[in-house]
């Protein structure tokens, strides 16, 4: 079905018709479906905000979500949707003409969040996690003015990676992005249908497809993030003993609550040995 040239979305024209590219796409949109069916993420007839920065990861989302909707595998509506922060020389015109000309339905927002951050983030501390929060708050407005059930972000496998590891070595915590979350307020749900999907997939993906990528130039300016120090430590890793990465996400799918330590998640003060009476009879 995926190999029907006749019959394909507007943003897969001028894919390349190598093998290599169509497995690609075929690995992708597997991948994509398998996440959205395992987590539960469709409710037929509802309209999902799908959340485009211009990046390599967002772009993939979009053509695969839009492939499933075109085949009759996604029975929800999308809206693309695109937060212009007020970065200075961010290409406001990039993504409208582009989703023009593919035809995709969309909304382009202006709200100047970057001299908020600017002003209230010391200088040389990381702007990320104000810059997310305030992203985060107006795609929830955006999302709610449209009637959506969901904000859909192009977070991957290895996005879900770094913040395990974030977590597990700044915060003391065990936990990382849920391909699935409920909002505070409980009227959204947040997805990541990317979420079994490797960053240098959607890499390869983009670049085949030759999308106009806009690099975030706010994170990017800063050294030694320590989302950046992990990734470092993952490549290493992989380079060392491939496949390590999806072992490790493996992992995170087959989590046995008793031989972990958190006794809000299992009872190990209720734990009694099945011979405890006899043993006081003797």
């Given at each position: 079905?995926?190999?029907d040239?006749?019959?394909?979305h507007p943003?897969?024209e001028?894919?390349p018709?190598t093998t290599e590219?169509r497995?690609?796409?075929?690995?992708?949109?597997?991948?994509?479906?398998?996440a959205?069916?395992?987590?539960?993420?469709?409710?037929?007839?509802?309209?999902?905000l799908?959340?485009?920065?211009?990046g390599?990861?967002?772009?993939?989302?979009?053509?695969?979500?839009?492939?499933?909707?075109?085949?009759g595998?996604?029975p929800?509506?999308?809206?693309?949707?695109?937060?212009?922060?007020?970065?200075?020389g961010f290409?406001?015109t990039?993504l409208?003409?582009?989703l023009?000309r593919m035809?995709?339905?969309?909304r382009i927002?202006?709200?100047?969040?970057y001299s908020?951050?600017?002003?209230?983030?010391?200088q040389g501390?990381?702007?990320?996690a104000?810059?997310s929060?305030?992203?985060?708050g107006?795609l929830?407005?955006?999302?709610r003015?449209e009637?959506?059930?969901?904000?859909?972000?192009?977070?991957?496998?290895?996005?879900i990676l770094?913040?395990?590891?974030?977590?597990?070595?700044?915060s003391g915590?065990?936990?990382?992005?849920?391909?699935k979350?409920?909002?505070?307020?409980?009227?959204?749900?947040?997805?990541?249908p990317?979420?079994?999907?490797?960053e240098?997939?959607?890499?390869?993906?983009?670049?085949?497809?030759n999308?106009?990528?806009?690099p975030c130039d706010?994170?990017?300016?800063?050294d030694?993030l320590?989302r950046q120090?992990?990734?470092?430590?993952?490549?290493q890793?992989?380079?060392?003993s491939?496949g390590r990465?999806?072992?490790i996400?493996?992992?995170?799918?087959?989590?046995r609550?008793?031989?972990?330590?958190?006794?809000?998640?299992?009872?190990?003060?209720?734990?009694?040995?099945?011979?405890?009476?006899?043993?006081?009879?003797k």
């Amino acid at each position: 079905m995926l190999d029907d040239i006749d019959d394909i979305h507007p943003l897969f024209e001028g894919a390349p018709a190598t093998t290599e590219f169509r497995k690609l796409r075929k690995r992708l949109v597997r991948q994509t479906r398998e996440a959205v069916d395992q987590y539960g993420m469709v409710e037929p007839g509802t309209r999902w905000l799908v959340c485009l920065s211009g990046g390599k990861d967002s772009y993939t989302l979009l053509a695969i979500l839009h492939e499933l909707q075109w085949r009759g595998l996604l029975p929800v509506e999308l809206l693309a949707c695109n937060l212009d922060q007020g970065q200075p020389g961010f290409p406001a015109t990039v993504l409208p003409d582009f989703l023009e000309r593919m035809g995709v339905r969309h909304r382009i927002e202006y709200q100047d969040t970057y001299s908020i951050v600017m002003d209230k983030v010391p200088q040389g501390r990381t702007y990320c996690a104000l810059c997310s929060r305030l992203r985060r708050g107006n795609l929830y407005r955006i999302a709610r003015e449209e009637g959506c059930s969901a904000v859909v972000l192009g977070h991957h496998r290895d996005d879900i990676l770094e913040t395990f590891f974030m977590n597990l070595f700044h915060s003391g915590r065990t936990a990382t992005m849920p391909p699935k979350l409920l909002n505070e307020d409980g009227d959204l749900f947040v997805y990541r249908p990317l979420a079994h999907v490797a960053e240098i997939d959607c890499d390869r993906f983009s670049k085949a497809m030759n999308y106009p990528i806009i690099p975030c130039d706010l994170c990017g300016s800063q050294d030694g993030l320590q989302r950046q120090q992990i990734k470092a430590m993952l490549d290493q890793w992989e380079r060392n003993s491939p496949g390590r990465r999806q072992v490790i996400f493996k992992s995170l799918t087959n989590v046995r609550r008793s031989h972990m330590l958190d006794p809000s998640l299992f009872d190990f003060a209720g734990l009694v040995r099945e011979n405890a009476g006899s043993d006081t009879d003797k």
